[in-house]
């Protein structure tokens, strides 16, 4: 039975990548048609990640209150709602009130999931299940893809994937039994922590950083690769869009290799190694040649570098700060994760903009040195903690 879930929780974490890049990927033909400028796609970005800030800080609350389980599944039915509210707008503005839900949807799964997986299984399981977001991820542009190709529309794209997130929620609604562990669990503990006594215990702000530095890398990473293989190394726009995805193929890989060794290897192996890989992608990346394909192995190694450091960061934590506060620091590291996705990104465009392209790898190496100082100090902190 208990195997069985980590299944259902898997197929969870395919429903949550699944809509993350297909607004991108159906934008430059929705705004055509709904007579949006170009740039508007960052408003509704804007708004489903202020959805996911909001559900990440109130998750400790609810999940204790309902349970992850059944969190987990009106969360994705909230999605699958939002996802058919797309389908069928014919302007801006109810895009824009669809994408409530869309966020505070998609940071509740996040929140109950991640301190669901680190309480109840161990670190192979993690890697593994952010994996599969990458599965998701990849495959929701697929999906767009070929029902545009298809003359089929964006709107039916939409309708597609919210049609698999029903189809999940049903699932999971189905498995409440068996997540009757966690509910259990959940209500024996402590107290809720809270989010101001979450943020007074020692090292929790380092662990926000680290998540911040994280997640404003990767974003950045996976955002900008188009735009610098074409516009600063010279590829043709076809050539540059496929570099772009090596990232997230590198980020997927080596989840999944993680997998394998991450029970023996321990968390801070793997985020340590993930580091390791960071900085030579980076090195990669930067060197002034003509080519293109240094710099696309080199995107590659940073997406393999950022494999295990996330899914490693989230299990750490009831090591780290103790079961009992778990929830609520993971509620609060979704939302400054997200804090970080939604802000840096943005912020590099202006210096692209206004200095050059080449700052990209430069500008990542900024995060990578605030995410070594940020782990480095956080463990210290813990090992003085623990003696």
């Given amino acids: 039975m208990f195997s069985l879930l980590i299944v259902v929780i898997y197929l969870s974490f395919i429903s949550l990548g699944l809509p993350d890049s297909i607004t991108g990927a159906a934008w430059p033909v929705m ?47 909230m999605t699958a709602a939002a996802l058919f509210g797309f389908s069928v707008s014919k302007s801006f503005l109810p895009l824009c009130l669809w994408s409530i839900p869309y966020g505070l949807g998609a940071g509740a799964v996040d929140a109950a999931l991640n301190n669901y997986v680190a309480l ?61 562990k966690s509910v259990s669990e959940t209500a024996e503990s402590e107290k809720p922590t809270g989010i101001a006594a979450a943020l007074k215990i020692k090292g929790v702000p380092l662990a926000l950083l680290l998540f911040f530095g994280y997640c404003s890398l990767e974003s950045t990473a996976g955002i900008w690769a188009s735009s610098y293989f074409a516009s600063f190394k010279g590829a043709d726009p076809e050539t540059a869009a496929k ?81 009992e506060c778990s929830q609520s620091i993971i509620g609060i590291q979704m939302a400054s994760a997200y804090v970080g996705t939604t802000f840096m990104p943005p912020l590099f465009g202006i210096i692209a903009e206004n200095v050059s392209l080449g700052c990209y790898p430069f500008y990542m190496l900024i995060f990578l040195i605030l995410m070594i100082t940020a782990s480095e100090t956080l463990n210290k902190t813990v090992d003085k903690n623990i003696s």
């Fill in 120 to 180: 109840h299984y161990s670190a192979r399981h993690m890697n593994w299940l952010h994996c599969f977001w990458g599965v998701g991820c990849s495959l929701g542009p697929c999906i767009m893809g070929y029902c545009l190709s298809a003359q089929m529309g964006w709107r039916s794209g939409y309708r597609t994937i919210s049609i698999m997130q029903i189809v999940l929620a049903a699932i999971i609604f189905a498995s409440l039994p068996m997540w009757k």
């Fill in 243 to 323: 570099l772009a995805s090596v990232f997230y193929i590198g980020i997927t890989a080596g989840r999944f290799l993680s997998g394998i060794i991450a029970d023996k290897a321990g968390d801070r192996t793997l985020i340590r190694t993930g580091f390791s890989v960071i900085l030579p992608g980076l090195i990669l990346t930067a060197i002034p040649s003509e080519g293109i394909w240094l710099s696309a192995a080199g995107l590659i190694l940073i997406g393999l570098g950022c494999a295990p450091i996330y899914p490693a960061m989230i299990h750490a934590v009831p090591t780290n700060f103790g079961k």
């Fill in 31 to 77: 705004q055509q048609e709904l007579g949006a400028p170009l740039s508007y796609a960052g408003i509704i970005t804007m708004i489903i990640a202020f959805g996911t800030v909001i559900s990440g800080l109130m998750s400790e609350m609810v999940i204790r209150r309902f349970g992850a389980g059944l969190v987990t599944a009106v969360s994705v039915l």
